[in-house]
C-alpha cells in the first residue's frame, strides 16, 4: 500500500522538506519535477525535512514532459483549485500518483484541461482563502488515500 506524491515545478524550500518528510512517514514516494524554484542542497529544504532527506524515496524528474513519458500510463489524480469534484470523490489505488503543481500559480492549465475527468480540489470553506499551502494540501490527499488502501 504506496502512493507516488508528485510536485510539479516546486517553488518553496520548506514546503518540500516538510513533503519529503511526510512521504518518507507514510511509505510514499516522492517525485519533483524541474525546474525547481530552490536548489537541492538549499538549507531551508533539510531543515524543513529535518535529518529524514536522505531516507526519502525520491525520484527527480528533468520536466513534465520527462515524468509524463516515464509514467503517463500510470493512475493518476491532479489537484487544483478550479476542480469541480472534490477529493473525496477519488477512488484512491495502490500505487497512484497524486500530481500538485506550484504553490503560486498551481498545475498548468494545459495539465489541468487535458486531465480535466481526472482533476479534484480539497474543499474550502471560507471566501477569504484561495487556496491551502500545498504541504498541508499534500497531507490531507495522501491520510484521504491511506484511509481508503487500509
Known amino acids: 500500500m504506496s502512493l507516488n506524491i508528485v510536485l510539479i515545478e516546486p517553488e518553496i524550500p520548506n514546503n518540500t522538506g516538510n513533503i519529503g518528510r511526510l512521504a518518507l512517514a507514510t511509505g510514499s514516494t516522492l517525485h519533483l519535477v524541474k525546474p525547481f524554484g530552490f ?12 535529518d529524514y532527506w536522505p531516507h526519502i524515496s525520491l525520484c527527480i524528474h528533468e520536466s513534465a514532459a520527462d515524468f509524463f513519458s516515464t509514467h503517463g500510463n500510470k493512475e493518476m489524480v491532479f489537484f487544483s483549485s478550479h476542480a469541480s469534484r472534490t477529493h473525496w470523490d477519488i477512488e484512491f ?3 497512484m500518483f497524486l500530481v500538485f503543481g506550484k504553490e503560486s500559480v498551481g498545475l498548468p492549465k494545459e495539465m489541468i484541461a487535458s486531465n480535466r475527468d481526472e482533476c479534484y480540489k480539497i474543499p474550502l470553506y471560507s ?5 491551502l499551502n500545498l504541504a498541508n494540501a499534500v497531507g490531507i490527499a495522501v491520510y ?3 484511509k481508503q488502501l487500509k
Request: aromatic share 0%; no cysteine.
Open 127 to 131: 471566501p477569504e482563502i484561495r487556496s
Open 39 to 50: 536548489e537541492l542542497n538549499d538549507k531551508r529544504l533539510k531543515r524543513a525535512g529535518l
Open 93 to 95: 489505488k495502490d500505487d
Open 144 to 146: 484521504e488515500g491511506l
